[in-house]
């Protein structure tokens, strides 16, 4: 369980190896917009201030969270494509559709980067409520995507460096 009031979200820059020259997919669901552009947000200015270029950041959107995997997967096919980050927010409803959507992102995303060789990393918010996908993309626990996008530059320099 998160800290009350803890932004999760904070990193030591000095850590992170220096993006500049990875290129960087996102795919980012249109659906539920408000929650998933300020993940998109996040996570691009993550990537830039790490040193990622913004001419190889390449952002598409998917209808939702269920179709990121096979969207994952066509920009992984793109040779040019180190790694993608798959954003995305799924809210509880009151039937079982959210547990079939989150388990099928999830695997999904993380077929796609053991098929490709290449990080796919999983960035899809799957919340009780609304307040709680607020909280997490750009709120008080900070911002997901921005966890995302500095996951996604560690696996890219690991994998160039082993």
Same mark, same amino acid.
Not at 111 to 122: E, H, Q, T
């Given at each position: =369980?998160?800290?009350?009031?803890?932004n999760?979200? +904070?990193y030591?820059?000095?850590?992170?190896?220096?993006?500049?020259? $990875?290129?960087? @997919? !996102?795919?980012?669901?249109?659906?539920?917009?408000?929650?998933?552009?300020?993940?998109?947000?996040?996570a691009? %200015?993550?990537?830039?201030?790490?040193?990622?270029?913004? %001419?190889?950041? +390449?952002? +598409? $959107?998917?209808?939702?969270?269920?179709?990121?995997?096979? #969207?994952?997967?066509?920009? /992984?096919? *793109?040779?040019?494509?180190? @790694?993608?980050v #798959?954003?995305?927010?799924? &809210?509880?409803?009151?039937? *079982?559709? $959210?547990?079939?959507?989150?388990?099928?992102?999830?695997?999904?995303?993380?077929?796609?980067?053991?098929?490709?060789?290449?990080p796919? !990393?999983?960035?899809?918010?799957?919340?009780?409520?609304l307040?709680?996908? !607020?909280?997490?993309?750009?709120?008080?626990? @900070?911002?997901?995507? !921005?966890?995302?996008?500095?996951?996604? &530059?560690? =696996?890219? +320099? /690991?994998?160039?460096? &082993?």
């Amino acid at each position: =369980m998160a800290t009350v009031n803890k932004n999760l979200s +904070h990193y030591d820059k000095d850590s992170i190896p220096n993006g500049a020259d $990875f290129k960087i @997919g !996102i795919v980012v669901s249109e659906w539920n917009d408000n929650i998933t552009l300020n993940l998109l947000k996040g996570a691009e %200015e993550a990537l830039l201030e790490n040193g990622v270029k913004k %001419e190889n950041i +390449h952002v +598409h $959107f998917a209808p939702g969270s269920f179709e990121l995997p096979l #969207a994952s997967q066509w920009l /992984l096919e *793109k040779e040019d494509i180190d @790694g993608v980050v #798959a954003i995305g927010s799924v &809210i509880q409803g009151e039937t *079982k559709h $959210f547990d079939f959507v989150c388990d099928a992102t999830a695997q999904g995303v993380k077929d796609v980067g053991l098929k490709y060789n290449k990080p796919a !990393i999983f960035c899809v918010l799957t919340d009780n409520n609304l307040q709680q996908a !607020i909280d997490r993309s750009g709120g008080i626990h @900070g911002n997901k995507g !921005i966890e995302a996008a500095i996951a996604c &530059i560690k =696996m890219v +320099h /690991l994998k160039k460096s &082993i």
